[in-house]
């Protein structure tokens, strides 16, 4: 069993910058025993939405297009944490945004996770 933990969302002016962390944690988890990890978001009334991934193993990762180049995705492999560092925000990130966790590589699939965080909401004001 693995538990996410999401922290680090708020409300930012657009142009702002934010930073969530997604703590891992079980009995015997080590961020390494799954091979990717991912955020994705949620807007009110919209599908989730694959926001950036990361291989515990070497480090690759994957961005969506309307947030490469502002976003960047992180991983601390002896604290089990990942990261995600916001910048340049919009009013259109606004969202709920979860971490999770997949045994597949870099799948931007929401269907291949199978470890989720409860979510933290990040709002950007215009």
């Known amino acids: 069993q693995v538990q996410l933990v999401e922290s680090g969302g708020g409300l930012v002016q657009a142009g702002g910058s934010l930073r969530l962390s997604c703590a891992a944690s079980g009995r015997t988890f080590s961020i390494t025993s799954v091979r990717t990890m991912g955020w994705f978001r949620q807007a009110p009334g919209k599908a989730r939405e694959f926001v950036a991934s990361?291989?515990?193993?070497?480090?690759?990762?994957t961005y969506a297009d309307s947030v490469k180049g502002r976003f960047t995705i992180s991983r601390e492999n002896a604290n089990n944490t990942m990261y995600l560092q916001m910048a340049s925000l919009k009013p259109e990130d606004t969202a709920v945004y979860y971490c999770?966790?997949?045994?597949?590589?870099?799948?931007?699939?929401?269907?291949?996770?199978?470890?989720w965080g409860q979510g933290t909401q990040v709002t950007v004001s215009s």
């Open positions: 990361i291989s515990t193993i070497d480090g690759g990762t």
């Open positions: 999770a966790t997949t045994p597949y590589w870099a799948t931007q699939n929401h269907r291949y996770y199978d470890y």
